[in-house]
């Protein structure tokens, strides 16, 4: 039984042990009058049953398909021939992908290897015998430990103590799950951004002007070890990003004013939901839209003026990626506006302001922290963007401030020296974790900066 049906019979299995537990605490109380002995509520027993019976099923599931894969994994690779089991071990992983790609229907071009069928069979036995071995197991123990609690329950459990309890611990399991990840996340990329950086000087890295991280054929030919100068894909990202807080700053902003100053409630009310759906529509629409109907307008009115515009341009992506930030700027910036108290309108309008000088001299500046907040936390959304960029800016790495001409992002190059099969031993490949942990240090300085500026506002004015 796979994950899925194997968690609902558990959920189900729970189900009936709150029933169990529930009935079970009603006939040890013998009479309603009898209720008022039992130390909890008959729902806390029956959620005590529920609880133990799930959960001790639920975390040996949870472990068992964590370690399945690798223990299936080196089980197959164990009764492999000789000559692939002596293979490197980004090769082998290689030679697994494969196995697993028969297992599941997407085979390659290697995956007609008999030997790889015949090890793809192997495994799917396995992962059959590990499923099914898991299910009595799960549900085993789901019965007997309500079982257990079943025979627990007396006038003296405290089952809503030890319910609050359980509850508490799932809780800081949640919120360790939350650290440990973004932990584990940050170790992998730092990891592998070391190992790149043994191979590629970080100078060279972080300030040369020349990226091309394909290697040639014969080594005779120009680049034939790669050049891994970063500069050109920060620059690109830098004037996509301007490009686009061009575009959703003065437009967010002033449709903030707008709803949150002038705009007629019953307008507001359905301006506001309809200018958020902007932030809804999948990227790769507006990817559509910038390649389809941006891109060749530009290009046409550059034409018509005597200008040399790119068929993908750092223009025509900036700008649909400032309309596709603007519901960050523009919801921001307008919570911020009607958070500030009405008492300083009031005032300016004692003093004989009129409400457009009251805007500007007295809600703006008493908004501006949050307003700043919702800007930096636009800008880490614009660079964060990938598919916007791949379909309108292209994939060339330009050095150039021109934004009629095609540049790359970070994103896109860390998604395109990833894609495919890959051996996480080259410069190449291990490029993109540099890649990517400089864009993680940018966005996380630039969230922090943001939160703390929102911050500082809200305990101003709240």
């Given at each position: 039984?796979?994950?899925?049906?194997?968690?609902?019979?558990?959920?189900?299995?729970?189900?009936?042990?709150?029933?169990?537990?529930?009935?079970?605490?009603?006939?040890?109380?013998?009479?309603?009058?009898?209720?008022?002995?039992?130390?909890?509520?008959?729902?806390?027993?029956?959620?005590?049953?529920?609880?133990?019976?799930?959960?001790?099923?639920?975390?040996?599931?949870?472990?068992?398909?964590?370690?399945?894969?690798?223990?299936?994994?080196?089980?197959?690779?164990?009764?492999?021939?000789?000559?692939?089991?002596?293979?490197?071990?980004?090769?082998?992983?290689?030679?697994?992908?494969?196995?697993?790609?028969?297992?599941?229907?997407?085979?390659?071009?290697?995956?007609?290897?008999?030997?790889?069928?015949?090890?793809?069979?192997?495994?799917?036995?396995?992962?059959?015998?590990?499923?099914?071995?898991?299910?009595?197991?799960?549900?085993?123990?789901?019965?007997?430990?309500?079982?257990?609690?079943?025979?627990?329950?007396?006038?003296?459990?405290?089952?809503?103590?030890?319910?609050?309890?359980?509850?508490?611990?799932?809780?800081?399991?949640?919120?360790?799950?939350?650290?440990?990840?973004?932990?584990?996340?940050?170790?992998?990329?730092?990891?592998?951004?070391?190992?790149?950086?043994?191979?590629?000087?970080?100078?060279?890295?972080?300030?040369?002007?020349?990226?091309?991280?394909?290697?040639?054929?014969?080594?005779?030919?120009?680049?034939?070890?790669?050049?891994?100068?970063?500069?050109?894909?920060?620059?690109?990202?830098?004037?996509?990003?301007?490009?686009?807080?061009?575009?959703?700053?003065?437009?967010?902003?002033?449709?903030?004013?707008?709803?949150?100053?002038?705009?007629h409630p019953e307008f507001r009310a359905w301006a506001k939901p309809m200018l958020e759906v902007l932030a809804g529509i999948p990227t790769v629409v507006y990817g559509y839209f910038a390649a389809l109907v941006v891109a060749p307008e530009i290009r046409g009115v550059g034409e018509y003026l005597g200008l040399d515009v790119s068929s993908e341009s750092a223009l025509a992506a900036g700008t649909v990626m400032g309309i596709m930030i603007i519901p960050f700027v523009s919801s921001i910036a307008d919570d911020v506006i009607t958070a500030v108290p009405q008492s300083l309108?009031?005032?300016?309008?004692?003093?004989?302001?009129?409400?457009?000088?009251?805007?500007?001299?007295?809600?703006?500046?008493?908004?501006?922290?949050?307003?700043?907040?919702?800007?930096?936390?636009?800008?880490?959304?614009?660079?964060?963007?990938?598919?916007?960029?791949?379909?309108?800016?292209?994939?060339?790495?330009?050095?150039?401030?021109?934004?009629?001409?095609?540049?790359?992002?970070?994103?896109?190059?860390?998604?395109?020296?990833?894609?495919?099969?890959?051996?996480?031993?080259?410069?190449?490949?291990?490029?993109?974790?540099?890649?990517?942990?400089?864009?993680?240090?940018?966005?996380?300085?630039?969230?922090?900066?943001?939160?703390?500026?929102?911050?500082?506002?809200?305990?101003?004015?709240?």
């Amino acid at each position: 039984m796979s994950a899925i049906p194997l968690f609902a019979v558990l959920l189900a299995l729970s189900g009936a042990a709150y029933m169990v537990g529930r009935q079970r605490a009603c006939s040890v109380a013998g009479s309603p009058q009898g209720l008022r002995e039992l130390h909890s509520r008959p729902t806390y027993y029956g959620s005590l049953a529920a609880m133990w019976c799930a959960a001790p099923a639920i975390l040996l599931a949870g472990v068992w398909f964590s370690l399945e894969g690798y223990i299936i994994s080196g089980m197959v690779a164990a009764e492999l021939p000789q000559t692939m089991r002596s293979l490197s071990a980004g090769e082998l992983g290689l030679v697994l992908d494969d196995i697993r790609g028969v297992v599941e229907g997407n085979a390659t071009s290697r995956a007609v290897d008999p030997v790889l069928t015949a090890a793809a069979e192997r495994y799917r036995g396995l992962m059959s015998g590990s499923h099914w071995l898991l299910t009595l197991l799960a549900l085993g123990l789901a019965i007997l430990t309500t079982v257990w609690v079943r025979a627990r329950i007396s006038t003296q459990l405290r089952a809503r103590n030890q319910v609050e309890a359980g509850l508490r611990i799932f809780l800081i399991a949640s919120s360790l799950v939350a650290v440990l990840t973004t932990v584990g996340i940050v170790l992998s990329v730092l990891f592998e951004a070391h190992r790149f950086f043994q191979a590629i000087p970080p100078a060279d890295f972080l300030f040369g002007t020349k990226w091309s991280p394909q290697t040639a054929i014969r080594e005779d030919q120009v680049g034939s070890s790669g050049a891994f100068g970063a500069v050109p894909l920060f620059v690109g990202t830098l004037l996509i990003s301007g490009i686009a807080m061009c575009v959703a700053v003065p437009i967010g902003l002033m449709s903030a004013i707008y709803l949150a100053e002038y705009a007629h409630p019953e307008f507001r009310a359905w301006a506001k939901p309809m200018l958020e759906v902007l932030a809804g529509i999948p990227t790769v629409v507006y990817g559509y839209f910038a390649a389809l109907v941006v891109a060749p307008e530009i290009r046409g009115v550059g034409e018509y003026l005597g200008l040399d515009v790119s068929s993908e341009s750092a223009l025509a992506a900036g700008t649909v990626m400032g309309i596709m930030i603007i519901p960050f700027v523009s919801s921001i910036a307008d919570d911020v506006i009607t958070a500030v108290p009405q008492s300083l309108r009031d005032g300016s309008y004692g003093l004989g302001a009129t409400q457009s000088e009251t805007i500007r001299q007295v809600v703006i500046p008493a908004a501006l922290p949050g307003i700043v907040g919702g800007v930096l936390l636009a800008v880490s959304r614009a660079i964060g963007e990938t598919m916007i960029v791949v379909m309108a800016a292209g994939l060339a790495a330009n050095l150039t401030a021109n934004p009629l001409e095609a540049v790359t992002t970070v994103t896109v190059q860390i998604v395109t020296l990833l894609t495919g099969d890959q051996v996480f031993d080259s410069p190449k490949t291990l490029a993109a974790f540099a890649l990517g942990l400089i864009l993680f240090i940018v966005t996380l300085i630039l969230n922090v900066i943001a939160l703390y500026v929102v911050r500082k506002y809200r305990e101003q004015y709240e």
